[in-house]
């Protein structure tokens, strides 16, 4: 009898240590699929002081967000955006060669519906960019933009959709499209900062900016919000752009506007000199304001108008670099002097790209010779007894040469400051251009070698 009792004892001892290692594989497999929490990253110290800005309310236009676990646990990372009946729509996108595939349906529906009676939406996650992810990618888009049009009651091609984050993984569409029922319900013309906050990725603070012109018989309110961080270099950036206006304006006027601007703005800012697959600039007229249409691009109206929606934009992307993964310094490089803007454009990218210059900047050191290499290497017309170097107002190099008054520590002191101007003047024509860029920490090698984690 005690030897059955013993070997009972044996038998159950062995299958509580099955069970506990069934356990412990269910407890992984639960783990490894489910999405996890990530901690969030610190606050830029070059965000902007007051916060979030309070926007003006666009009529005809209503967000929510919601968190949907698309990648992490308790992160809002689904944004929908509503659009009145009549909403024209202007854009512009990334050109890379493998940009993903919401910015290929994006731009196919611009080119055949980007004017129309009917109303629009804009649906956007974070956390997965829906990017190298084969014929799986379109169905995806097709997945979520085609349930949003069915819950709105809307044409698919009037739903416009944008996906950020990790580059190569399938995009979990059913967790998206399982919360349309509570975007729908949440949908509020005031939520404009959690429509912001669901875009963030390795953002550290919501991105907004607004404006407001007299038009002819009432005013004309713009607001719009951004998301970017890192992967920031022109055409566009690793950033997703969303303005929103209540103008009435044709699609055509708009996008001429749109197109004209884009250069001096979002492609003249750059972090680190990469460009991402996902880059879009949704801009969306809901012709819902008291004042008349604007019909002629040369009225006054029209120059008002795109002058605030400029404003806008540079606002935007300036925050982006604000916002530059481990930024401490934001800095503008201003080249003036050079035979023709395409040398200028060369010469600022150059300087604004190379890491040398950008560590110094993040050491605060004032070393100009880095400058100088920059110049050289850019493959732009110069003349090393022309150009002048600028730190501010510091005239610190000329002729071939450092000035004979140069200060090393009136210099130095200079780059303690959290804004900086680099000016170059190249002495061999009169064309321009500044671009917007930061400092290159340690910090940023930490983001990004823990991004996909």
């Given amino acids: 009898m005690a030897k059955k009792d013993a070997d009972l004892k044996a038998d159950l001892k062995k299958l509580k240590e099955k069970v506990q290692k069934l356990r412990k594989k269910v407890r992984k497999t639960a783990k490894s699929e489910a999405p996890s929490a990530k901690k969030a990253n610190p606050v ?62 994006c731009q196919e529906k611009l080119r055949v519906a980007a004017e129309s009676d009917e109303g629009a939406a804009i649906v956007v996650n974070s ?125 055509k006027s708009l996008q001429k506007m749109v197109s004209r601007q884009v250069d001096d703005t979002f492609n003249a800012i750059t972090v680190d000199s990469d460009t991402s697959t996902s880059d879009a600039l949704i801009v969306a007229a809901t012709g819902q304001s008291d004042a008349a249409p604007i019909t002629d691009l040369r009225s006054k109206v029209a120059r008002d108008f795109e002058a605030a929606l400029r404003a806008v934009m540079m606002e935007l992307a300036h925050q982006v670099v604000r916002d530059g993964e481990g930024a401490t310094k934001f800095v503008e490089v201003r080249v003036t002097g050079a035979s023709d803007a395409a040398d200028a454009h060369r010469v600022a990218m150059s300087i604004a790209n190379s890491p040398l210059v950008k560590t110094a900047i993040a050491g605060q050191d004032a070393n100009w010779g880095r400058i100088v290499a920059a110049i050289g290497k850019s493959g732009a017309r110069a003349d090393r007894d022309l150009v002048s170097i600028r730190f501010g107002d510091l005239l610190v190099a000329e002729k071939g ?4 008054d140069y200060s090393e520590e009136a210099a130095s002191a200079y780059m303690r400051n959290q804004d900086l101007l680099i000016h170059v003047d190249l002495g061999l024509g009169k064309a321009a251009k500044s671009v917007w860029t930061c400092d290159l920490t340690h910090r940023y090698i930490d983001i990004n070698a823990d991004y996909r984690s």
């Fill in 44 to 105: 830029s110290p070059l965000a902007p002081k007051d916060g979030f800005p309070a926007l003006p309310v666009i009529a005809g236009v209503e967000f929510a967000a919601v968190a949907a676990g698309v990648r992490y646990a308790g992160r809002t990372d689904v944004m929908l955006a509503r659009l009145a009946p009549g909403t024209a729509i202007a854009g512009a996108f990334t050109r890379s060669s493998t940009r993903a595939a919401c910015v290929l349906d």
């Fill in 127 to 251: 956390g997965n960019a829906n990017a190298f992810t084969g014929k799986g990618g379109q169905e995806a888009v097709d997945a979520v933009t085609g349930s949003v049009a069915a819950t709105l009651g809307l044409s698919p091609s009037r739903v416009f959709s944008s996906s950020t984050g990790v580059i190569g993984e399938p995009l979990p569409h059913d967790r998206i499209t399982a919360k349309l029922g509570d975007l729908t319900a949440a949908l509020d013309e005031g939520g404009i900062e959690l429509a912001a906050r669901a875009i963030m990725t390795t953002d550290t603070f919501p991105k907004g900016a607004g404006a407001e012109i007299a038009g002819e018989g009432g005013a004309i309110r713009i607001a719009g919000i951004a998301k970017g961080s890192g992967m920031i270099a022109p055409d566009m950036a690793t950033m997703l752009v969303y303005i929103f206006t209540d103008a009435s304006i044709p699609a």
């Fill in 401 to 404: 040469w450092r000035v004979p």
